[in-house]
């Protein structure tokens, strides 16, 4: 072995950690993917998904981050006080200079004696934030770290982008292993500087790379996350109950699971894509938190983000017996689909700002 090289390419911590809570926030409004269609084709076909969420008026990563962290810590059964980090990944912070952190962490009653701040990646901010709470529980500097992906639609009008672009998320409570109800068993990044989508300071919406969006960006860093994962474990993907992956849109998730020799069967309970649309920062998430809904003790978990830019984090998680006590305290990622109210254009372009009135 040379010398400084790592004898292992994934990211393990000396103490043991886990998920000890979960919790997902969607918004009710949902905006039908052939309105979308139907104003910028003059067809009502063509959308790649059903519908997406949509932030309401009163609604923004702040807000919801709260309501999915409040979800979080009913099942972990821990009051906030006894958070040491609130870390939350977005790329539609409410502000440009003031974190989102903070109010979370005072709105969820946090002491002040925490580490708290936002992280930006695209679309896995939340899964830094996510390795991050790991590395601090895992290190010893604290028992418990909040880690939170929300995002709100920006899709610019009668972009691609704007199909899809949804807002909602997740977070999860990380801690010490025997409290967890999904053991974290290892984890691995995948990064490189390409290009996909991105947006300058002051400009409104982003822009993407066309062609580079599925290959050599999206693809190419998914995939190479899960693979080195399942070599650096010796796993193969049949060794997993499920396995979800960041979901721009219904196709490239269940084309990289192919990929990676996994079904459909082990990729359709998180692949959320086509009534929510893409969560961004929590998205792969907001998938994740569907699987637990359903999982049962001794499932496996591969779980893959992406975000632009580019990069991939992934995770190997365990269901443990203490899924099924836990996962009743809070509303199931089902109950937020199930809680819906269908708007038209017009409304959604009034509740996003889309309308410039300078």
Same mark, same amino acid.
């Given at each position: 072995?040379?010398?400084?090289?790592?004898?292992?390419?994934?990211?393990?911590?000396?103490?043991?950690?886990?998920?000890?809570?979960?919790?997902?926030?969607?918004?009710?409004?949902?905006?039908?993917?052939?309105?979308?269609?139907?104003?910028?084709?003059?067809?009502?076909?063509?959308?790649?998904?059903?519908?997406?969420?949509?932030?309401?008026?009163?609604?923004?990563?702040?807000?919801?981050?709260?309501?999915?962290?409040?979800?979080?810590?009913?099942?972990?059964?821990?009051?906030?006080?006894?958070?040491?980090?609130?870390?939350?990944?977005?790329?539609?912070?409410?502000?440009?200079?003031?974190?989102?952190?903070?109010?979370?962490?005072?709105?969820?009653?946090?002491?002040?004696?925490?580490?708290?701040?936002?992280?930006?990646?695209?679309?896995?901010?939340? $899964? /830094?934030?996510?390795?991050?709470?790991?590395? +601090? #529980?895992?290190?010893?500097?604290?028992? =418990? !770290?909040? @880690?939170?992906?929300?995002?709100?639609?920006?899709?610019?009008?009668?972009?691609?982008?704007?199909?899809?672009?949804?807002?909602?998320?997740?977070?999860?409570?990380?801690?010490?292993?025997?409290?967890?109800?999904?053991?974290?068993?290892?984890?691995?990044?995948?990064?490189?500087?390409?290009?996909?989508?991105?947006?300058?300071?002051?400009?409104?919406?982003?822009?993407?790379?066309?062609?580079?969006?599925?290959?050599?960006?999206?693809?190419?860093?998914?995939?190479?996350?899960?693979?080195?994962?399942?070599?650096?474990?010796?796993?193969?993907?049949?060794?997993?109950?499920?396995?979800?992956?960041?979901?721009?849109?219904?196709?490239?998730?269940?084309?990289?699971?192919?990929?990676?020799?996994? $079904? /459909?069967?082990?990729?359709?309970?998180?692949? +959320? #894509?086509?009534?929510?649309?893409?969560? =961004? !920062?929590? @998205?792969?998430?907001?998938?994740?938190?569907?699987?637990?809904?359903?999982?049962?003790?001794?499932?496996?978990?591969?779980?893959?983000?992406?975000?632009?830019?580019?990069?991939?984090?992934?995770?190997?998680?365990?269901?443990?017996?203490?899924?099924?006590?836990?996962?009743?305290?809070?509303?199931?990622?089902?109950?937020?689909?199930?809680?819906?109210?269908?708007?038209?254009?017009?409304?959604?372009?009034?509740?996003?700002?889309?309308?410039?009135?300078?």
């Amino acid at each position: 072995m040379e010398k400084n090289q790592p004898a292992s390419k994934l990211l393990r911590t000396d103490r043991k950690t886990g998920i000890v809570g979960y919790g997902a926030y969607i918004p009710r409004y949902r905006l039908p993917g052939s309105e979308v269609a139907m104003l910028w084709t003059g067809s009502p076909k063509g959308s790649p998904v059903k519908e997406k969420a949509v932030a309401g008026l009163d609604e923004d990563v702040i807000t919801m981050s709260i309501e999915a962290a409040r979800n979080a810590l009913v099942r972990a059964n821990i009051a906030a006080s006894e958070l040491r980090a609130v870390w939350v990944g977005s790329e539609s912070h409410p502000y440009a200079v003031k974190p989102s952190g903070t109010l979370v962490a005072e709105a969820i009653g946090a002491s002040n004696d925490i580490q708290a701040g936002d992280w930006e990646f695209a679309c896995k901010a939340g $899964t /830094e934030a996510m390795v991050a709470a790991i590395a +601090l #529980v895992g290190s010893g500097m604290g028992r =418990y !770290a909040l @880690a939170i992906g929300m995002d709100t639609a920006q899709g610019k009008p009668g972009d691609a982008l704007e199909y899809t672009a949804s807002s909602g998320g997740a977070a999860f409570v990380i801690g010490p292993r025997e409290e967890a109800i999904v053991n974290i068993e290892a984890t691995y990044s995948f990064v490189s500087d390409t290009p996909d989508f991105w947006r300058r300071p002051e400009q409104k919406y982003p822009e993407h790379g066309q062609r580079f969006t599925g290959d050599p960006a999206y693809f190419k860093h998914v995939e190479s996350a899960g693979r080195v994962m399942l070599e650096e474990l010796g796993m193969k993907a049949s060794d997993f109950t499920y396995a979800v992956f960041h979901q721009p849109n219904p196709r490239f998730p269940l084309k990289a699971g192919k990929d990676l020799g996994f $079904t /459909e069967e082990q990729i359709k309970p998180g692949l +959320l #894509v086509p009534v929510v649309g893409n969560t =961004y !920062a929590g @998205a792969s998430m907001v998938g994740l938190t569907a699987i637990l809904d359903i999982a049962k003790p001794g499932d496996r978990i591969l779980q893959v983000s992406y975000g632009s830019g580019a990069g991939s984090d992934a995770f190997y998680l365990e269901v443990t017996e203490k899924i099924a006590e836990r996962r009743e305290l809070a509303p199931s990622t089902a109950d937020y689909l199930a809680r819906r109210t269908e708007i038209n254009y017009a409304t959604y372009a009034r509740f996003r700002g889309k309308i410039d009135m300078g």
